[in-house]
């Protein structure tokens, strides 16, 4: 079976099982989503197993898409919206100085940080997009950080 077949079959039913697993219908549409590119990434492996273990491959992916999903929702701190008048002010200067900060780097470390920081992606997601190492991404971001604690302390 290819991968194209399977999503076309095998969708709605994995959906049905991740909302069963995390009680989520928007993280099983996530999670699936998820399983499914990374099917279509490593399409020559899978189209070469059987469709039974192909199935359980996807199967295995979007729950485990589905629990990194919810390990990510649980480690979210909410920000307080910085549009209302009852926000601190050293808070809307903090957020300033970072979003300074990550502007006077080079696009290949503010690149990163704002995907890491902002989008809430990891190290993995991050390099598959800009075409590196997941390591590489890691170093980019503790040299950013770097940067930008040096230009902090300069600053103050």
Known sequence: MDIEAAFRSERSKMQRYITA??????????????????????????????????????YACARNAAVDIKRRESRYVPMPDYDTPDTEGSDLINKITAEELTRVLPPELSIPIHMKYYQGMNSTVIGHIMGIPPATVRTRLRKALNVMRRNTKGAI
């Open 21 to 58: 697993f995390c009680g989520d219908e928007d993280t099983s549409k996530d999670a699936v989503s998820q399983a499914f590119m990374s099917a279509w990434i490593n399409r020559d492996m899978l189209e070469a197993m059987p469709d039974p273990a192909m199935m359980a491959w996807l």
